[in-house]
Each structure stands twice: as structure tokens, then as C-alpha cells.
């Protein structure tokens, strides 16, 4: 459906659910996406209430003006949008920008929100870490196009990305303009404040995937400090979209949220969701992957040590870079470990080395593991990672407020380092992580004297 407004033409749809008297829920896309996102959520999500989705402007099928944009133009929009709708009130959901907006519209629109449910929402950016995060994605566009862009991001948004998901993304990245995703990119760092954030006196759900390289889990633990009534839930197996990696577990979250509030029965829903959870997680200890590099490179799988020609056409290589680049395209495969060859040879390696490392865990029935792509490589299944253990670790300590807390962790971090870290293998993007993980020590080690 398309409602013509003045200067714009904004793009959205309203599903009614089949009972009466229920609330409205608003669903608000992230950045480079439109609402087709939430389409495989919502018959289940009608069950609970009336459903409005929409394009935010520069994004989908809305039409009006997109540079520059700005938060007062999207929060013209969307109050607009609402009245012409004749809705009184609402629950707002975001995921990633759409939770920054929500979080807006909360403030300007306080007497119209019921609830905010926010997923992998950042807030308060540290400037230079928003800085290296647009070069980074800036280095992904070739020629203006964003299709590289969103090849990269749907690897990290999505856990396991269904070829499904894959189109339905892609299609909606295709959509928005260079300019328009860098300048709303930059608008994501001058969001919210901490303070901002004690503000808020509504109830909010926070929800995040355990498996997002984007959004650590740390984030969601200092947002929870300073809202006033905040419920958080961190998803097994997901990455950062968990409306589409875990969709029955969100609907249930969202669901029962939006009905029952942070209350008993809620809190009991929640128990029985992550006893299903933790049910699910336990059987995965004992069939998790455990690769290990720091100090010497290991593969354990159910307590026993897997052996193999490790050392032979970059095996160990290969599966550390997939532990932690996962998944991988072939070409950032290529350039890291066959670069200097031409790419008829390079491809040529990169096929037999991914063959002689399926052959590895064939032998011992875990090629299940490894899932060969045409584009790209990744692991599937339950993996632990020591590296990205440690980097969690790190991370965690580098937030810590409270001071024994802090010394106890800065304590089993340094227990672990060593000058040369990864002792069997030596490529470069390793050597980058050192010297990464060498500067943060010696900053926490500053703040602690």
C-alpha cells in the first residue's frame, strides 16, 4: 500500500489480526533493509496483535526525498504516517536502526508508545569506533554499487543465511543509495546518550543473537544498567538479525512481551523458552567443534584431540581464518593466503587446500562442519573458537566498572598471553590481531594503576 503525504509517498502495510480489542505493534527495518524483513513473522505475530510495517524513507518502495536526511525528517514521516492511520497508540520493535528510531520516536511521541522492543540496537557509538566501521564498509562498494556491501553484511547479520534470506536481503540493499546509507550510517553515532537512556520510563525488551560478530553482549549488559524497566534475552545460534535466524523464539519474545509486560507470567515464559534453550545448548556442548590456536594449534570433538595432516596445504590455516572470517568468499580466501598467484593458480590451490581440509574431518565423520559454497566457505554447527573466546573476554574487561571484577579478568587474560601468541601459525591477519590485543592490555593496564 502506498500513502501519498506531502513530499513523500511512504510505503507500508497494516495486518490486521483476527482478534479484536488487541494492540498495535510498529515494525521498523534496520539499515539497507525495507519491511519485507519482517514479512515471514508476521502470520505469527497477528496472533498477538495488529501489524503495521513500513519503508523508512531512502529505503524500499517509499518515495520522497533522500538526501539529506535527517532524525526530525523520519520522525515527520512516521508520525504522519500514524495519524493518517488513525492509531492512537503503539508498540514500537526496531531492529538495529529501527530501534534507534523507535528510541526517537519514544522521545518526541512519549503519550503514543506503549513499549520498545529493540534488537542489536547501538547506541551512544564511540566516535573512532565509528569511524573505522565506515571506512570498513566503505572499502566494500566497488563503482557505487551495493551489492558487495550487502554480500558482506548479510555473511554478519545472518547466522546460517538461507538462500531465501540471501535474495530477500539483497533485493532491499539494491534499493538504497550509496550516499543515503553513509549519511544514515553517521546519523546511528549521534543517537542516544547514556542519559538518554535513564529517560526512558517504558518498558523495554532487549534482544540480541549469541553468535553476532557485530553486537557484543557487553552492549546489551551497559544499556540494561541505565534503563529504569528493561528485560533482555540473548538468542542461541543467532547473529544479528535474529527476526529471520530464529524467528520462533522473536515471535514468542515479541508476543508475549507486548501482551503480558515485564511481569510473572512474562518472566515465566521466558523460563520455559530458555529451559527449551538450554536444553537445545547442552546437547551442543558435547557436539561442539573446539579449535584452538593460542599457545599451539588443536581440534578436539567430544574430549578426543583430532588428528590429521594439519601442517600440509594450509589446513590449520584454513580453519582458523574460518573460525574466525565465518563465512568466507572464496575471493577473500584467495587474496589472504594466495594473493601473489595469479588467480587461475590461485583458484586451483584454494580447491585442493579446501579438499584436503574436508578430507581431515571426513575421517573422523565431522565434515558436517563445513559447508562448500560457490561464492563462499563457512563452518556450520556448534564451533568454539579460543581466539574469539579470548576477544570476548577482552572486551567484557575493557567495560568492566567495578574494579575487583576488572583485576580478576585483566588477571586470566594475562595468564593466557604470550608474545607470540599463535605459535603454529603465522599469517598476517593473526599478527594484526596481536598487536590489536598487545594495545588494549596495555590500555586496561593504565586504567588500573
Request: with cysteine; aromatic share 10%.
Amino acid at each position: 500500500m502506498q500513502m501519498n503525504l506531502e513530499n513523500i509517498r511512504i510505503h507500508y502495510k497494516l495486518y490486521n489480526s483476527p482478534k479484536n480489542n488487541t494492540d498495535y505493534l510498529v515494525l521498523i527495518h534496520g539499515l539497507g533493509l525495507d519491511l519485507t524483513m519482517w514479512e515471514p513473522l508476521i502470520p505469527h505475530l497477528q496472533e498477538y496483535c495488529h501489524i503495521v510495517t513500513f519503508d523508512v524513507r531512502g529505503h524500499g518502495e517509499t518515495q520522497g526525498q533522500a538526501n539529506p536526511i535527517t532524525w526530525d525528517i523520519l520522525l515527520d514521516d512516521f508520525h504522519s504516517l500514524i495519524q493518517s492511520l488513525d492509531i492512537s497508540t503503539f508498540h514500537l520493535a526496531g531492529y538495529g536502526f529501527g530501534g534507534n528510531l523507535a528510541i526517537k520516536i519514544n522521545e518526541v511521541y512519549p503519550e503514543k508508545v506503549k513499549s520498545l522492543i529493540l534488537t542489536s540496537v547501538y547506541m551512544y557509538f564511540p566516535k573512532n569506533v565509528a569511524i573505522k566501521e565506515l571506512e570498513k564498509r566503505n572499502q566494500l562498494i566497488s563503482h557505487g554499487k551495493m551489492s558487495d556491501l550487502a554480500k558482506n553484511m548479510i555473511r554478519q547479520i545472518c547466522y546460517i543465511p538461507t538462500p531465501e534470506n540471501e535474495l530477500l536481503l539483497t533485493k532491499a540493499y539494491d534499493k538504497v543509495e550509496q550516499r543515503t546509507y553513509f549519511n544514515m550510517f553517521q546519523m546511528l553515532t549521534e543517537t542516544v546518550t547514556s542519559e538518554d537512556l535513564k529517560e526512558i520510563d517504558k518498558e523495554v525488551l532487549l534482544i540480541q543473537g549469541d553468535k553476532d560478530p557485530l553486537f557484543p553482549i557487553q552492549q546489551t549488559n551497559l544499556y540494561q544498567s541505565h534503563l529504569q524497566k528493561s528485560f533482555s534475552y540473548v538468542v542461541p545460534n543467532s547473529s544479528n538479525l535474529v527476526p529471520l535466524d530464529s524467528p520462533e523464539i522473536y515471535v514468542k519474545l515479541v508476543g508475549h512481551f507486548i501482551q503480558e509486560g515485564i511481569s510473572n507470567k512474562f518472566i515465566s515464559v521466558m523460563e520455559q523458552v530458555f529451559t527449551e534453550d538450554f536444553t537445545t545448548i547442552l546437547k551442543q556442548t558435547f557436539d561442539t567443534l573446539e579449535i584452538a590456536i593460542i599457545n599451539g594449534f588443536k581440534v578436539n570433538f567430544k574430549g578426543d584431540e583430532i588428528k590429521g595432516k594439519w601442517n600440509q596445504r594450509k589446513a590449520k590455516n584454513l580453519l582458523a581464518y574460518l573460525a574466525f572470517h565465518n563465512p568466507s568468499s572464496r575471493e577473500d580466501l584467495i587474496n589472504e593466503f594466495w594473493g601473489e598467484s595469479d588467480l587461475v593458480s590461485a583458484k586451483n590451490n584454494l580447491r585442493v587446500a579446501i579438499n584436503h581440509l574436508k578430507r581431515i574431518l571426513q575421517k573422523h565423520h565431522l565434515d558436517s562442519f563445513l559447508k562448500i559454497g560457490r561464492e563462499d566457505i563457512r563452518l556450520v554447527g556448534s564451533i568454539s573458537f579460543d581466539l574469539t573466546n579470548y576477544l570476548q573476554l577482552l572486551d567484557k574487561c575493557e567495560v568492566e566498572r567495578d574494579p575487583s571484577l576488572k583485576r580478576v579478568l585483566f588477571k586470566e587474560l594475562e595468564d593466557t598471553y604470550q608474545e607470540r601468541m599463535f605459535l603454529d601459525i603465522y599469517d598476517d591477519w593473526l599478527l594484526t590481531i596481536q598487536q590489536q590485543i598487545e594495545s588494549k592490555l596495555h590500555k586496561i593496564s593504565e586504567t588500573m594503576e
